[in-house]
């Protein structure tokens, strides 16, 4: 099985990283996010759309990440296991036969958010999302409003129904740094998006 067996030229698509920083996970709050729903706020992997259909994946993680972090990824790696998470939630593994690096996860999504360049489609888009290795900690750049460190322990309270607000979290240990023109207000509640929503998956087998 091949990546082009989900995503073809044409197919909307883009990637994320599952990063860590010590023992957190780190995921993003975007500034467009914030500005539209702060008392309900989306976070997720860091990435971002591919430039064309001829970008590589791993040449667009790899860009997105130096955009909205700095330059802080010493490299990609490839997963023990590639999944695909479809947007019925139904996860399976996959064994990719493309050469190079191996994503941990392709997702499927239907769902959008309503904004953006995707807000009104009824197309699937594809996130290729890889594991990364951190060399410093990163800094929230461009349109990434902050950036969101949470355990697994942390994760663990986004089990049951509703969501953790931030201040919740923050209490329990989580933290996020934000830009100077950016504050997450610690009543907003905090939904998992994207590669948050297999790691939770993940969390419960």
């Known amino acids: 099985m091949r990546l082009s067996d989900f995503i073809s030229p044409d197919t909307p698509a883009g990637t994320a990283l599952f990063l860590r920083w010590k023992n957190f996970h780190v995921f993003c709050i975007s500034k467009r996010e914030l500005a539209n729903s702060p008392q309900r706020v989306r976070f997720s ?3 971002g759309k591919r430039r064309n259909c001829d970008e590589p994946f791993a040449d667009c993680a790899l860009r997105e990440a130096q955009e909205e972090m700095g330059a802080v ?3 990609l790696e490839s997963a023990e296991q590639s999944y695909f998470l479809a947007a019925d939630g139904t996860l399976r593994a996959i064994a990719l ?5 191996r994503p941990r996860l392709i997702l499927e999504k239907r769902r959008h ?5 995707m807000a009104y489609s009824q197309r699937s888009y594809y996130l290729v999302a890889f594991e990364a290795r951190l060399v410093a900690q990163p800094q929230p750049q461009r349109e990434i409003a902050a950036l969101l460190y949470l355990t697994d322990a942390h994760l663990g309270q986004f089990r049951g129904t509703g969501y953790p607000q931030m ?3 923050m209490a329990a240990g ?3 740094d934000c830009q100077p023109d950016s504050e997450v207000p610690l009543s907003a509640e905090l939904v998992p998006h994207g590669t948050v929503q297999f ?3 993940q969390l419960r087998l």
Request: hydrophobic residues 45%; aromatic residues 8%; glycine residues 20%.
């Open 45 to 47: 992997g860091v990435g």
């Open 73 to 75: 990824v010493a490299s």
């Open 167 to 169: 201040g919740e979290l």
């Open 174 to 176: 989580a933290w996020v």
């Open 199 to 201: 790691l939770l998956i």
């Open 113 to 117: 958010s309503s904004y953006g360049s």
């Open 97 to 101: 036969t493309d050469d190079g690096i």
